[in-house]
Every structure is written in C-alpha cells, then in structure tokens.
C-alpha cells in the first residue's frame, strides 16, 4: 500500500493540480453532454441516507471506535470516534422507505453490539460533549510532524483526510480558528470538525429536466426543516473558561452562554474548519439548469487532489471509475445542498442518475426520527414540486438568512417562505402547516400509505406543536441542573449521560419529559 504521507505530498504538488483539473475539465465535458442527451433520466425516485454516530465508553467519555466495528456495514469517518451508515438507494415508496429503516436499524445494531464487546457504545447525537480522557484540546490538537505533512494523531488514517487537512493548514498558517458563543480557539488540524455529527439524505430525480426546480425548492425548506432538526447547541464544557472570559469576548456566566449560545453550533463548526482558507460550506446559489451543477463544481476551488492511478488501477467501466476525478472534487464541494451524478443505482437498467443530497442536518437521538427527517425532505420536496408551489422562487439572500437563523434560534427563528398562493411570510404557523402538508402529499403521491406517513411525520410535526427540539431539550436540561446548583461542567455531562440513555430507549424527543 502506498504510504499515506507520501500521497499527500503528491496531492499538494502544483503539477497534480494542474493534471487533476485538466481531467476535471475534461471528464465534467463529458457529463454534460450526457445530461444534455438524457443519459441521467431514471424510472422513478430513489431515496438513500447516510448517517453519522460517535463511540463513547463505560463512563460515557468520548472514544476511538475498535476496527472490528468496521468490520460490519459501517465506515470510518474524519475523526477516529466516528462511524458512518450508509442505507443501498430504493425506490421512493412505502416498501422503499421500509427497506431504508430496516437497514440502517440493522446496521446502527450491529455496530453498537459490536462496540458492546469493547465496552463501548455507539451514541446517535451531532456533537460529543463528553470529553476523552486527555480533554478535548488535547485530542483535537495532538498532531505530529513527518516529512513536512502534518498528521492529526485522532485522525483516521487516510490519505485523503490527512491531505485535505494539509491544503488547508497550508492557507491558514499552520492553524484554524473556531469562534462561537463562548469559544475563541485556534487549533493546529481541521480535526475539531469531528466535533459534528450529520444526516443526509439523498432524493434521487427521474427527469433531469426537472432537476433544477427540485433544487430551487430544496434551498428554499432549508431554514424550516433545520429548524425542526437541531441538535448542537453546546460545545464540550472544557472548551468553555468563563473565568477568564469578559463581556467583550463573549457570555462570562453559563446561564448568559445558555442564552446566547446557537441551536445548531455544527453548522458554523464545520464552516469555519474550512472556510478560512477557501469559503467553500455554505448555501449554494439557485439553478436555472441541470448542467449549472457541474459548471460549478467545476469552478470550485481544488482541494486536495487525488488521481485516480494513486489508489486503483483496471479498466474504466463503471460512472465512478470513468469520471473518478470529477466525483474526487464533489467530496470537497461542501455546499449545504449538493448535486450528485451517476451515484449507485436504484433498479435496474438506472444505470446512471442525478440526484439531492440534503447535508444541514444533525444527526437526530433515534433510527425512527432519522428516517423520519429522510420521509419529511422526500416527501416535501415531491409535494411541493408536484403542486408546483412558488417556494422555489425563494431568492437564495432569504433562503440563506432564513436557514442562519435556524442555525442560531431553533424554532424561533425568522423563517422566510412564500405560500401556496404565492404571499410572502414569516408566519411559522402558516410555514409548517404548509410544510407537513406538502411533505403528506408528497408521500401520499409516491404511494406511501397513511400508516406509514404517520409513523414517520407525526413525531416530528410533534416538535413543532409543543415546541421541543433535541437542542432546546439539552439546553433546558443544563438549565435545570445549573438551577439545582450544579457547576456547568457537571451540568452538562449529567445532561448528556440522559441524553445517551433516553436516545437508546428509542423514544421520540417529544416523550422524553
């Protein structure tokens, strides 16, 4: 196997940029030209999903996830906590989302049975605050130095990440900052991104021409459904030093970070582990046609390249093997809605597809409201599209702060959305009276029973009617425990420990009293 430091060094040469784009160019001509001729229509809608999850041990401190973990159907991620599910793509209907439940309840128990013989368990949450045990800087800052590439010692052993990371570190001085309610850090890796947790869900589209209305449509539900979704809103406490803080740096006190602190704190962890050496996350600009998705991933700043005789070699056959290049920079396009093309096929003779990958959102405390955000953006979107409702009109400056709001107030937010009859509004009651009831007709046009709607839907338009999230739940939880006297550190780790404990009962937020 070639040597990972070896790799990087190559990915960050000028001449690997110069080949890596001149094949980008190349193979993106390429890709158009098929999308041009309806190369990627599909016989129907297809969902996927992928999962994030983190590994903690006996005491509930967070920790590195066993190989044998990986062994199942899981893959690492950034950090070496993390674990990732992927759910294979169905077909968008009532026996498809049983398929995509089914298996990734199938995988997320197998990984945890798995971590159990290590005395470990697998926690369904979007930010550890449970340090290991050397605390959180130190884990996040331990680096070592070989050969001129920096290696984050917490970081899975990939050529990929570790070049990513260098690129970076090689914009920004050597260090990147993180600045949120509370916190001012610098740290020497990109590593405090796996900080976060995240869900992701894919839509395939049959009809390419019709792509682009989908994804003005999408942009547009982005604020309102993170709003539902939030589940960050504290960093680990020993990140936090009120003491030595003063107002001009942010809360001094825990009840004033409480106040001040964002619902979802993943959002601008991960933006700004990246964006300050290129503004690469962020909310993408609307479409007028399919082809602008490539047009732009084109125009995208390169990251880290890799060619593809570096890590495979045969014959060229597959969409993934003849357009490696161009999928490579995809993986470093971080918008918070992102376009993927010939992505694994739902049925057969789907040879190649265009579908929505849907990437703001948390990772949620149980499988059942996972999935059940999977059915909430799959079922909108092909309602809203469907009764061709004039939210895709949304400008991106609206859908933007709308979605940045979320991030900072939760359900509280100012929500920008346009109605069925075309009036604007920031009416959350109208929002999401519309939202489930585009997202129930679009289930119900894809052939959902209503069974299986409610199943899914009901929890969380549940969250809505009695205003609980899981971030607004984690915050109360500090807040009671900081009334009854406890120290902040102590506040959060007892919170957390319930966290872990109601998540794996599988009860919905909404029941946890």
């Avoid at 490696?324 to 992505?343: A, I, N, P, S």
């Avoid at 609206?398 to 509280?412: C, K, Q, R």
């Avoid at 009695?466 to 939880?477: D, G, I, M, N």
Wanted: proline fraction near 6%; charged fraction near 30%; include cysteine.
């Amino acid at each position: 196997m070639t040597d990972p430091v070896a790799l990087v060094a190559r990915s960050l040469a000028d001449e690997t940029r110069r080949e890596f784009d001149r094949r980008v160019d190349e193979q993106a001509a390429r890709v158009t030209d098929a999308l041009r001729a309806g190369r990627f229509d599909s016989p129907g809608f297809g969902l996927g999903l992928e999962l994030e999850a983190y590994a903690v041990d006996e005491a509930g401190r967070l920790a590195r996830v066993p190989d044998a973990v990986f062994e199942g159907r899981c893959e690492r991620e950034l950090g070496r906590h993390n674990v990732e599910f992927n759910t294979e793509p169905t077909p968008f209907d009532g026996a498809g989302i049983a398929a995509q439940a089914a298996q990734l309840e199938r995988r997320v128990r197998k990984a945890q049975s798995d971590a159990e013989a290590d005395g470990l368990e697998i926690v369904l949450d979007a930010m550890w605050t449970r340090p290991p045990s050397e605390g959180t800087r130190e884990y996040l800052a331990a680096t070592a130095e070989r050969e001129g590439v920096t290696l984050a010692e917490n970081m899975t052993e990939s050529a990929r990440y570790y070049a990513i990371d260098n690129d970076v570190l090689a914009r920004t001085g050597g260090e990147i900052a993180l600045s949120v309610p509370g916190v001012e850090e610098t740290f020497p890796s990109l590593l405090f991104e796996s900080l976060t947790s995240s869900v992701q869900p894919h839509v395939q589209i049959p009809d390419v021409e019709a792509f682009p209305r989908y994804y003005n449509t999408a942009l547009g539900t982005l604020g309102p459904v993170l709003a539902l979704a939030t589940n960050s809103p504290l960093l680990p406490p020993d990140l936090y030093d009120f003491e030595k803080r003063d107002e001009s740096a942010g809360p001094t006190d825990p009840y004033a970070l409480l106040e001040a602190t964002h619902h979802e704190l993943r959002i601008p962890v991960f933006e700004q582990s990246v964006n300050r050496a290129w503004e690469k996350v962020r909310v993408p600009r609307r479409i007028e046609r399919t082809t602008d998705a490539i047009d732009r991933l084109v125009a995208d700043q390169t990251c880290a390249p890799f060619l593809r005789e570096w890590l495979a070699a045969g014959d060229r056959e597959e969409f993934a093997d003849r357009f490696w290049e161009l999928d490579h920079k995809r993986g470093t396009y971080w918008r918070w809605l992102r376009t993927v093309v010939g992505g694994q096929p739902v049925a057969e003779g789907d040879r190649w597809s265009v579908r929505l990958e849907y990437r703001p959102l948390p990772t949620q405390p149980t499988v059942a409201e996972t999935v059940g955000l999977q059915c909430l953006v799959a079922g909108l979107l092909r309602g809203l599209v469907g009764a061709a409702h004039p939210i895709a009109t949304l400008e991106r400056e609206a859908a933007a702060a709308s979605f940045y709001d979320a991030v900072a107030n939760g359900l509280e937010a100012d929500l920008a959305w346009i109605t069925a009859d075309g009036d604007r509004t920031s009416d959350r009651d109208v929002i999401y009276d519309e939202l489930f009831a585009f997202a129930r007709r679009g289930l119900r046009e894809q052939g959902v029973s209503d069974e299986t709607i409610e199943t899914y839907l009901s929890p969380l338009e549940a969250r809505w009617t009695e205003r609980t999230t899981p971030s607004r739940w984690k915050l109360e939880r500090v807040c009671d425990r900081l009334d009854a006297g406890e120290r902040f550190v102590d506040a959060v780790t007892g919170m957390q420990s319930e966290y872990v404990r109601r998540a794996g009962a599988n009860e919905p937020i909404t029941r946890w009293s």
